[in-house]
């Protein structure tokens, strides 16, 4: 087993995407962080030495981590953070999984600049699933502040000043005309875009001028071929797509735009499209490029649910295996701003999973529900009564939900309507979920469980709840440790849209939970400078 030794060095630099200079923690030096290569069998080794002025840990979105619960990187879920002046090292097999996915801090807002692009490719010799590429281009999306990262919460989400593709904000922001990324093609060849939206807050459609693309896979996970002029990915979501040189020999852009599904919010700005260009071989700059993007597609919750629901597996592609049918633990879980089960309170002395392992009680309960207290038309909610009100107000609790070791679990994810209804994208630690179905308004078990999927449904390890409607999840918990459920726009985090599994040891020492690493960083003072 080959394995890649990264060092990442945390440390705060001055950056200029627009035209003020800021002071930013980076990993590396550089924004977007350092794209890590590895391959699938891989052991990966990240040396993380911290010297910047935050509390950090490292989390690696969509990596499953069988076996490796303690290198999650979920700050006072499997770890308390690297302080300042610190240093981990993160070591872990990476197995089962191929294609895009992410690393990025673990710490509220600090996801903001500290991330990069994870790509896990076949084994030697291992030929992908669609034709080889002439070459591979990551894509990484981000969301730019003229505001401290310590200061971004006392501004309302999703407003920021610009978007970046690959660390650059185009020729649609002032002092960064020049700064554009440009991808050079050459007529004929087939590229394929590695694309990561690593906003904190924001859904972005992504569009080329005058070229369709056909996507090969989403969050690491293969799927039937699926070709489309336009793409949306929600905060945490990834997508390989192939990209044919196929249009006369010019430049075109390759836009981005965000997304906000919340109608009945003023919509935020920046409402700018922001652009990176394709530049083929032999093009004159004389010529003006071909654009992309509408801002009427700013809105539309038809393009982007076409997008997200049309998507199926590649069965019996590599690592595809069928949706298990027995079902041993069902949910029914409420999710919007201000109508949750529990707002995760984290414990601020010792890691949850810890806690587990050392069998410390009273650090969480897990009573956590597996139905909503009361029942009510939840697209549509307003409060009526007082136990309403109590669930726009959630109880500040650690409450956690054990599972049983290779349980497979159902949970229905309900969008609800409290102020107004957005799409909010939810992200499981440890697993990929296969995505039974997605609908509008409220789930009705008697009408919508009979039309879910189970034939060959995408996997995710993020998805996009519909604004006012539903997703029907599925996994097998196979993994124990104590794993993260969360809405991956950074800013709802302290609304609660936030809940945690612990699945619980198997019946054999290797499917137990092994004991943490000997450097495992502790809490050595209240970690939590400005998180809840
Ligand atoms: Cu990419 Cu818990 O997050």
Not at 156 to 166: G, S, V
Not at 489 to 504: K, N, Q, R, S
Not at 507 to 531: A, R
């Amino acid at each position: 087993i080959a394995s890649a030794a990264i060092v990442e060095h945390v440390k705060n630099v001055v950056v200029k995407p627009l035209c003020k200079e800021q002071r930013i923690p980076t990993v590396n030096g550089s924004l977007p962080g350092p794209t890590i290569n590895v391959r699938e069998g891989d052991t990966l080794v990240v040396h993380v030495i911290n010297n910047s002025t935050f509390s950090i840990t490292i989390h690696w979105h969509g990596v499953f981590q069988l076996k490796s619960p303690w290198m999650d990187g979920a700050n006072m879920i499997t770890q308390c953070p690297i302080q300042p002046r610190n240093n981990f090292t993160y070591r872990f097999d990476i197995t089962g999984q191929e294609g895009t996915l992410f690393w990025h801090a673990h710490v509220v807002n600090l996801r903001a600049t500290l991330h990069g692009a994870l790509i896990i490719r076949p084994r030697s010799g291992r030929p992908y699933p669609f034709p080889k590429p002439y070459k591979e281009v990551p894509l990484v999306f981000g969301q730019w502040w003229d505001t401290d990262i310590e200061q971004l919460n006392l501004r309302p989400a999703p407003i920021c000043e610009a978007y970046l593709i690959n660390g650059l904000a185009g020729d649609s922001y002032p002092c960064s005309e020049n700064r554009m990324f440009k991808l050079k093609v050459i007529q004929g060849k087939t590229y394929l875009l590695r694309i990561i939206n690593a906003a904190l807050n924001t859904h972005l459609f992504f569009k080329i001028a005058d070229h369709n693309v056909t996507v090969v896979s989403v969050d690491a996970a293969y799927t039937t071929p699926y070709g489309s002029d336009v793409m949306i990915l929600t905060p945490g979501q990834t997508v390989d797509a192939l990209l044919t040189a196929d249009q006369p020999i010019g430049m075109y852009y390759m836009s981005i735009i965000p997304y906000l599904s919340a109608s009945s919010l003023a919509p935020a700005p920046p409402r700018k499209v922001i652009n990176s260009l394709i530049v083929y071989k032999g093009a004159t700059s004389t010529t003006s490029p071909s654009r992309s993007l509408m801002p009427s597609q700013i809105n539309s919750v038809s393009t982007a649910h076409r997008f997200s629901s049309n998507i199926t597996s590649l069965v019996g592609g590599p690592y595809w295996t069928p949706v298990p049918r027995h079902v041993d633990e069902k949910m029914f879980v409420t999710m919007g701003l201000g109508l949750e089960q529990y707002a995760l309170r984290k414990p601020r002395t010792i890691s949850l999973q810890e806690a587990y392992f050392y069998n410390i009680s009273g650090v969480y309960t897990d009573d956590f529900p597996d139905q909503p207290p009361i029942k009510f038309d939840y697209a549509n909610f307003r409060v009526h009564t007082d136990s309403e009100k109590k669930m726009i107000f959630p109880e500040r609790k650690t409450s956690v939900k054990t599972l049983k070791y290779n349980s497979t679990v159902e949970i229905v994810v309900q969008n609800t309507g409290i102020i107004t209804t957005e799409s909010h994208p939810m992200h499981l630690h440890g697993f990929n979920f296969y995505v039974l179905g997605y609908g509008f308004g409220n789930y009705v078990p008697a009408r919508d469980a009979k039309k879910l999927n189970l034939v060959n449904p995408q996997m995710h390890n993020t998805v996009g709840v519909p604004p006012g409607g539903w997703v029907a999840l599925r996994f097998i918990a196979n993994n124990p440790g104590a794993w993260i459920f969360h809405c991956h726009m950074d800013a709802h985090l302290p609304y609660g849209i936030i809940m945690v599994f612990i699945v619980e040891n198997g019946p054999t020492p290797e499917t137990s939970l092994q004991p943490p690493p000997s450097n495992l960083p502790q809490c050595t003072h209240d970690p939590t400078i400005y998180e809840s």
